[in-house]
């Protein structure tokens, strides 16, 4: 999976905030480097507050670095004009958070159809899409039911398919099991690297949670700003 072209890069990001005084800065990440392959598993664990959803924010170019550039694919995003990033990230990058943010009035399928919505398609052609990964994932009977109506568990594999609407090549997630018990998180994990597999997307996982960190290809650990690599790929 070494010899597999670079999916997302980060080249010697920084980022820092003002401390609440004003005075300081809060140097959260210096010089941090990361190289995701296609359909690579990537992991990051490290401590709260450390800095993982900064990050993740940054790889999907939600937010900006300091210094330092992001790739997606290779094409540096901070070349692109904001329309050009929203539209790109739209097709290209698929987000799953520990809170499901799906939309509370709309059903698990129109949920699903949203991104494509979003990126000018018709639902007529988004529908039979989003059925099919609510049918992979195990919901086909949950299809027209609200969020309010499901699980965690379930929601949460409502905002996957969400995620994998417009095939992206990368999935950011950030604590996607972190409101999960176990047995719903090894689920999760499961259906995660299946449609790594089917799929052929890399994803970026941030966790707290050592074993589902280790069902990854590689694992990095950020601390001090910067991520040092625990397992590879
Ligand atoms: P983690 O996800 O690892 O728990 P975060 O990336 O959320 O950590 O936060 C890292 C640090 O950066 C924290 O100290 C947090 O308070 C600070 N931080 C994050 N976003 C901002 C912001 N927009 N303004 C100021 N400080 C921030
Ligand atoms: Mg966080």
């Given at each position: 999976m070494n010899q597999s072209s670079p999916v997302l890069q980060a080249e010697s990001i920084s980022r820092s905030f003002p401390s609440s005084s004003g005075k300081?800065?809060?140097?959260?990440?210096?010089h941090l480097s990361l190289t995701v392959t296609s359909s690579e598993m990537c992991a990051i664990v490290g401590p709260s507050g450390s800095g993982k959803s900064t990050l993740l924010h940054l790889l999907g170019g939600l937010d900006l670095p300091d210094s330092g550039k992001i790739y997606w694919n290779r094409f540096a995003?901070?070349?692109?004009?904001p329309d050009k990033l929203a539209d790109e990230r739209n097709r290209q990058i698929g987000f799953i958070f520990q809170?499901?943010?799906?939309?509370?009035?709309?059903s698990a399928l129109e949920n699903v159809c949203m991104p494509a919505l979003i990126g000018g398609r018709d639902i007529r052609e988004a529908e039979p899409r989003a059925t099919q990964l609510l049918e992979r994932i195990g919901l086909s009977e949950r299809m027209h039911h609200r969020p309010a109506q499901l699980s965690g568990g379930e929601q949460q594999r409502v905002s996957i398919a969400r995620a994998l609407m417009n095939k992206p090549a990368i999935i950011l997630a950030d604590?996607?099991?972190?409101?999960?018990?176990e047995k719903n998180s090894d689920a999760i994990l499961d259906q995660l690297s299946e449609l790594r597999d089917t799929e052929q997307v890399a994803m970026v996982l941030i966790t707290h949670d050592r074993d589902i960190a280790n069902r990854c290809d590689s694992v990095y650990e950020l601390t001090h700003g910067a991520l040092r690599q625990l397992k590879a790929d």
């Open positions: 300081d800065k809060l140097e959260i990440l210096k995003i901070s070349d692109w004009k809170f499901h943010h799906l939309l509370p009035e709309f604590e996607p099991t972190g409101n999960l018990d």
